[in-house]
RNA sequence: GCCCAGAUGGUGGAAUUGGUAGACACGAGGGACUUAAAAUCCCUUGACCAUAGCGGUCGUACGGGUUCGAGUCCCGUUCCGGGCACCA
């Protein structure tokens, strides 16, 4: 009897004798090079591991155990992110404490995980939800605080320096409310009145990047604009370093150019714009009072016929006539109506004169103030000079409202949209001499310039005559740190007198208080308003129960709890000494394994996480806790793997359900979506799981059998009797219905084939459904590479003949292939030249130890159990972990021939064997003899000969005069 | 609108970076073994023409160009995906 692949044998085994032998156990060793790859850990969701998570771990797992095998010392942790929003959600509706079932989520990921037979280290494992986890989180908070970022030395410094010199400036106040709202404007973590997204929904705020489109990205419930006061990050403060560090790191063009965007670095000038008031207090009132704008085109000066207010600017009050008072009132009262949403899809131009006009400081012209909610208050200064000739948002403005417009290109056409290239020659510039106002004897004349130079010699003109000044801005805007939630990391921070004070480094990790209900409280504060116990009492250092609360040595806590991007900032560090309770690194783990040098997860992350933790470990680093400026030095970003999402379609009011294939489709144009009809009543799609389709027919029995809501309801089926399910690629996700776990490939086939299959799929880079049709290849694969080892009667195959010349062929080959494929994550190919190198071996009948006895080591990355099972019964001793990873040698692979092409006019016609060293003398010689040449060369002359040894033949011929 | 990445058989995807396009796998068709099924093995499989056999033409989204030679480089067009978006 052939002795059988029992993957389920085989796998068991090595489970059992990784965590008996701690295979996968890490230490620093300073005679070891180090390399840390990692993983962006999962959110541990309810529905469990899907088919997709596993994509990325596969990946960077087969990139950690082959470094492994070179004789890197590799560091490859796992752990979770385990604050978050579903999980509380589910306590609301459940009253389960988060924890809880967050912890039982994170046992059925372990299972899961431990099924696919990783190489992490679990003894490194890290949950951002435990208090020896968040005291670091708190810390590095608390650090944050206390620093502000030196703009001349570009770094972060202690706040205490900067004390120092409001002292010797002779600016410190006395007072101590006055010293505290000082400091919060420099502080990198501060108490801010901002603007922030407001979503009434989930009772929180949210970050920029938790919009998306006007709607919160979890959930998709609107979103509104509100003033609060937040704790913050002063991200913004790290914006060039944050743009700079891009070039430094190996990440692909698309995300460091997403980051580029979100950074939004644009360069440009402030100037500097008095104004009067006229129409209300005559001529010339207001003089001496001025505003700035900001604008990257201060060549156009001379086209400016207007200036603009953001309706959120504090200048609109003071610009404001009496006049055109109400107005004024009357249009901030209508922008203050309209949501963020439909600000962002409706453009019609608005806006209102607010009586006031600004002196254009080039001209000398008076050009009226307009408020308009096109400019926007966080942007710039909130204001721009207005060019309605070269910029098409001033000119649809002036259009509305007939205000000139003053071209200033040569050549450009403006009579209907305006000219926003920054290309062409410069004219009107000024359009007469007069027209443009003399500084200490100078005036400004752009004219024949082009834009670029126009540009340059505007900006020096302004700062030579003190007019403004040079200025960079950046679209990156602070992150706002504080939620209103529950479930996440509380600040270590007590309110004395109203004063944002630090709870002691020593007394922390402040730990997440009982309550007895998640959500908000009756008098709208955040859930950790429900907590008895939540006062801080300075004379014990310790949290005591509320009702203690004096003001005296007793003050209450912050109520906010952190967002789910504190956790995750800086877990990467974690990971090189997690146990440590005296710091959040030590200096030695640190400086052994110093920054991630592979990092694997999702191209979503692009604005969230990859800027935070950037900006995390930037500030870490000014503190010398972190060693390099740069976290994640090669990212690679795993795609989608997507699900097939099934839809049934109820029509409307009632509890039917039309098959499909029976609807009538319709498009929407105003709302850009299908729609679908049966008999004259709208259907609308409901989720089916996809358990109950196969195929894209429904199992209508089972499906009555799932949810209640399908139980009693009539299901119209078409000619056949089947009722057909539409069907969708979605992103997987529990609420869609379209989950595969992973769990039944490990039953059916074995967590070797799973492996090998995701990595089969395609480039790892790449998003792509799930189908699991081509998985019988990989574990077909996997017998063949299993039989190779054994006889028909199950002794094993391998004894210590010499290898042939073939044998040794197509092992280095393979050892050739793999080794480059996996350096540029190419496993798809790398596993295609696995499949072709046993089956040659197969047909060689190749036995020789000398070959086989490498096999196991070059397949275990990806198949590391039957890699195991083979080296072991090779007779090594151990884990093929251990082993060391084969070199190719040139002798094996060289070639006495090589068959080539043989073109004639560039067009192969036929392929023939060339000695390797031939000449390309010799090889034009040969091809032109060969018998198959002959009918080519017939009534023709040879033009020109092309021969390139081992690459290509060519003949050009063309007929004979 | 701006920026980035892409388009190759019925399907997923290869192609030494300018040198025999379609590796490898799936699917499909045919055959062997078998009472049968599963498993395994062998053959065919881009399209069209020809076919006993040899062979030929076209073909990498579309239109041009550079080159002895283009899936690969350049210009233009279309389509799909991603990012930013009233950012001055």
């Known amino acids: 009897m052939a002795k059988e692949y029992n993957f389920r044998e085989i796998e068991k085994k090595w489970h059992r004798l990784w965590t008996e032998r701690q295979t996968y156990k890490v230490i620093e060793d300073e005679n070891r090079k180090k390399f840390y790859v990692l993983n962006m850990f999962p959110y541990p969701s309810g529905a469990g591991l899907h088919v997709g998570h596993p994509l990325g771990y596969i990946a960077s797992d087969i990139y950690a155990r082959y470094k492994r095998l070179q004789g890197f010392n590799v560091l490859n942790p796992m752990g979770y992110d385990a604050y978050g929003l579903p999980a509380e959600q589910y306590a609301i509706k459940t009253g389960q404490h988060p924890e809880k079932t967050t912890f039982a989520n994170i046992d059925r990921y372990r299972e899961q995980l431990d099924k696919i037979g990783f190489s992490f280290d679990w003894d490194r494992e890290v949950r951002t939800c435990t208090p020896d986890y968040y005291h670091w989180t708190q810390w590095a908070f608390q650090k944050m605080f206390n620093s502000y970022f030196d703009e001349e030395l570009q770094k972060a410094q202690p706040i205490e320096k900067l004390i120092e010199k409001f002292k010797a400036e002779g600016t410190w106040p006395s007072d101590e409310k006055a010293q505290s709202d000082l400091l919060m404007q420099y502080r990198l973590a501060f108490l801010g009145e901002t603007m922030v997204n407001w979503c009434p929904q989930l009772g929180t705020v949210l970050a920029n990047d938790e919009v998306v489109n006007g709607v919160s990205e979890r959930g998709g419930y609107p979103v509104e604009q509100k003033k609060m006061r937040q704790w913050c990050l002063r991200v913004s403060a790290y914006s060039q370093r944050l743009l700079d560090g891009l070039d430094t790191i190996d990440w692909s063009e698309s995300i460091k150019e997403t980051q580029r965007n979100w950074i939004g670095r644009s360069e440009g000038a402030e100037i500097e714009i008095p104004y009067i008031l006229p129409s209300s207090l005559g001529e010339g009132a207001g003089e001496g009072a001025s505003f700035t704008i900001f604008t990257t085109r201060a060549d156009t000066m001379f086209g400016v016929t207007f200036f603009v207010l953001a309706p959120e600017s504090e200048l609109v009050d003071k610009v404001t006539t009496p006049e055109q008072r109400t107005a004024v009132d009357e249009y901030i009262k209508y922008v203050k109506s309209r949501t963020e949403r439909e600000r962002m899809i409706d453009h019609t131009v608005t806006g209102v004169f607010s009586g006031a006009y600004g002196i254009n400081p080039i001209t000398g012209d008076k050009c009226p103030i307009y408020i308009a909610e096109y400019v926007l208050a966080g942007y710039g200064t909130g204001a721009i000079m207005a060019v309605p000739a070269h910029d098409s948002r001033d000119y649809a403005f002036a259009k509305h409202f007939n205000l000139p417009i003053i071209p200033l290109v040569e050549g450009a056409d403006i009579s209907t949209e305006s000219y926003d290239a920054k290309e062409g020659i410069v004219m009107n510039s000024p359009i007469s001499e007069d027209k443009s106002v003399k500084y200490d004897g100078e005036s400004l004349c752009l004219n024949g310039l082009t834009i670029k130079e126009a540009i340059a010699e505007t900006k020096r003109f302004v700062k030579a005559h003190n007019l403004g000044r040079v200025k960079v801005n950046y679209r990156l805007r602070d992150a706002i740190f504080s939620r209103q939630r529950y479930w996440g990391e509380p600040f270590p921070v007590y309110y004395k007198n109203g004063i944002p004070t630090m709870i002691p480094e020593e007394c922390l990790p402040l730990k997440l208080p009982q309550v007895d209900k998640f959500l908000p409280t009756e008098t709208g504060e955040p859930p950790l308003g429900n907590a008895q116990i939540w006062a801080w009492d300075e004379k014990t250092n310790s949290v005591v129960d509320c009702s203690a609360i004096d003001n005296k040595t007793v003050f209450p806590i912050e109520l906010y709890t952190m967002p789910g991007f504190a956790g995750s900032s800086a877990y990467y560090l974690r990971y090189m000494d997690p146990h440590n309770d005296r710091a959040l690194v030590s200096d030695k783990a640190a400086s052994y394994w110093q920054n991630v040098d592979l990092y694997v997860g999702g191209s979503e992350h ?356």
């Open 606 to 961: 692009a604005t969230g996480h990859l800027i935070y933790s950037r900006f995390w470990n930037k500030f870490l680093f000014d503190l010398g806790v972190s060693k390099k400026d740069e976290p994640f030095q090669k990212l690679i970003n795993q795609g989608m793997i997507q699900g097939w999402s099934s839809f049934v379609y109820r029509l409307r009011n009632t509890n039917k359900f039309v098959s499909f294939d029976l609807l009538e489709e319709q498009y929407d144009d105003a709302k850009k979506k299908n729609f679908y009809y049966y008999q004259g009543t709208e259907a609308d799609p409901v989720y089916a799981d996809i358990s109950m389709v196969s195929g894209n027919v429904l199992n209508v029995e089972k499906i009555r059998e799932w949810t209640a809501e399908f139980r009693d309801a009539e299901f119209i089926l078409n000619a056949n009797g089947q009722y057909i399910v539409n069907q969708a690629i979605e992103k997987m996700s529990k609420s869609k219905y379209n989950v595969v776990n992973p769990d039944d490939i490990c039953e059916n086939y074995g967590a070797d084939t799973l492996r090998l299959y995701e990595m089969f799929l395609g480039p790892i880079e790449q998003s792509k459904p799930w189908d699991v049709a081509g998985i019988d290849g990989c574990f077909r694969f996997l017998k063949k590479f299993w039989s190779l080892f054994w006889d028909k009667d199950g002794n094993l195959t391998a004894d210590d003949s010499e290898a042939t010349a073939d044998n040794m062929k197509s092992l280095h080959k393979l050892i050739k292939k793999v080794s480059s494929d996996i350096e540029e994550f190419s496993y798809n190919t790398s596993i295609s030249a696995f499949m072709v190198a046993v089956s040659e071996l197969a047909s060689q009948k190749c036995c020789s130890r000398q070959v086989l006895a490498q096999l196991p080591v070059l397949i275990a990355p990806f198949a590391p159990h039957i890699a195991e099972e083979l080296w072991e019964a090779l007779g090594n001793k151990g884990s093929v972990c251990d082993a060391q990873w084969p070199q190719y040698e040139e002798k094996y692979l060289v070639e006495t021939s090589v068959k080539l092409g043989v073109q004639f006019n560039g067009k192969v016609r036929f392929a023939m064997d060339f000695p390797a060293n031939a000449t390309p003398d010799q090889m034009v010689q040969m091809a032109t003899s060969a018998p198959e040449a002959q009918k080519h060369l017939e009534g023709m002359q040879i033009v020109k000969t092309i021969a390139i040894p081992g690459r290509i033949v060519n003949i050009v011929v063309k007929p004979q005069a």
